[in-house]
């Protein structure tokens, strides 16, 4: 298992280590570096989707992944299915993590790992009922890490990803205690609702797209809204902290 859950830089430590977030959407290095200035212990590029906000080229992929390179993670989100199509996207823009957004048969995830053998690989599980808990055990046993999204893979026009939607975050903890590898938790979260969703779901960390960019024509990554999610992230990372230390102390004999 590699550390697609993990902190890798300084700039992640400016929030609690215990609760990371990702940027996602990111458009050009001057949005990267300010997610990076905010704390931001990695960020996502999106490439061809069948729908969905935040699609950048690949041009700007690379250039993106090759400035961060070394700093902090970078996430290639992709909707291929095939070993060998997102081998040759990871061999062309050179991200540290490939973010699966589609279903990708364990069979191609094993030739992904033998093409790719420094990759991070994240299964995204969009959580849509029961059935997700079973679907993320079972991802779980060829990535790396998880990622609890809002999508729709089954609509007229396929949603894997950045819908803005919250989903049931019962069903998301469930599968934080269900799989032995990081979670992260995305899906409609901004700075008024994450404080609460890293309490009731207790992911490794928190992915944000839409809910920092308010501006529907321009998209732009707001830094205000940046700087509050933030100090939101951080703010949850002291509480549980606060708390698993309460639940040791009490837990000592007297």
Known sequence: RGNAGSSCTEESRLVNPSVRFKVCCIRDVAEAELALAHGAGAVGLVSRMPSGPGVIDDVMIAEVAAALRGRVE????????TADRIHEQVERLRPTTVQLVDSVAPDEIARLRELSLRLEIVAVIHVTGEGSVAEAREAARSADA??????NPSAAVRELGGTGRVHDWTLSRQIVEAVDVPVWLAGGLDPENVTEAIAQVRPAGVDICSGLRPD??????????LARFSAAVQLAGVKLASAHGDQNERSVPR
Not at 146 to 151: F, K, M, W
Not at 217 to 223: G, N, Q
């Open 74 to 81: 970078t996430f290639l989100l992709t909707a291929e299915t």
């Open 146 to 151: 998880i990622l609890l999204d809002s999508g």
């Open 216 to 225: 529907r024509e321009t998209r732009a990554l707001d830094a205000d809204r």
